[in-house]
């Protein structure tokens, strides 16, 4: 059984432009791209928020659970958003837009690129 719920709560473009903002964006490391990109997998559908535990992210990521909490910390404010805390003070996260001029292509152009 997963620590993460699914991710139906973003629309697959937005999903697609988030991710593409994060594996573009050069001022993040490559664990902090890793673990930023695991929390968007693992927005919750009714929520729209993600709270997967550090442990589960380095596990997924290949990294230690503190590499992971320092990553998510550097990402506040850029790509994540803190949304309180959930049950085992497992922090929560909300997903933020991606905005104009936060990807070099438009979500409408990386979808495209993404399908066979």
Known sequence: MSDCPSIDAMSPLAELARLHAI??????SPA???????????????????????????RECGLSPKTISAALKKAVGRHLKLAGRGEHGVQKYRILPVEAGDSSVSPTEALDSALP
């Open 23 to 28: 594996i573009i964006d050069k001022t993040m």
């Open 32 to 58: 902090e791209r890793a673990a930023v990109a695991r929390v968007v997998l693992c927005v919750g559908r009714k929520t729209g928020l993600a709270w997967p535990g550090y442990r589960f992210i380095a």
